[in-house]
């Protein structure tokens, strides 16, 4: 069964930084839209960041513009999240999640992805 795996996070000062790496196995993930969500403890999974299938279009939340960038590599079948001047408040388990579509309507919206990692936790200290 296709699935994802997250590494690249871990503790760091704020205004640090990490990336992140997202790797499918079981499948490639080329044509599918892409994305990283991260979730608090007591708090609701949010939306990160999306970036299309061909790399062309990225959105981010408020949140993090400026500060992460999102990219991918379809001839490694790669994505990742730099994340750049880390705060506290950044500190979550980071998802990435894949989703069959070659849209970007609606990629805040995790409900609509197909495939998702187990997480790696980032935790940026003060």
């Known amino acids: 069964q296709a699935q994802l795996v997250e590494s690249g996070g871990g503790l760091v000062q704020a205004g640090g930084s990490l990336r992140l790496s997202c790797v499918p196995s079981g499948r490639t993930f080329t044509n599918y839209a892409m994305g990283w969500f991260r979730q608090a403890p007591g708090k609701e999974r949010e939306f990160v960041a999306f970036i299309n299938w061909s790399g062309v279009s990225t959105y981010y939340a408020d949140s993090v513009k400026g500060r992460f960038t999102i990219s991918r590599d379809n001839a490694k079948n790669t994505m990742y999240l730099q994340m750049n001047n880390l705060k506290p408040e950044d500190t979550a388990a980071y998802y990435c999640?894949?989703?069959?579509?070659?849209?970007?309507?609606?990629?805040?919206?995790?409900?609509?992805?197909?495939?998702w990692g187990q997480g790696t936790q980032v935790t940026v200290s003060s």
């Open positions: 999640a894949a989703r069959r579509t070659y849209s970007v309507t609606n990629y805040y919206n995790g409900n609509l992805y197909n495939y």
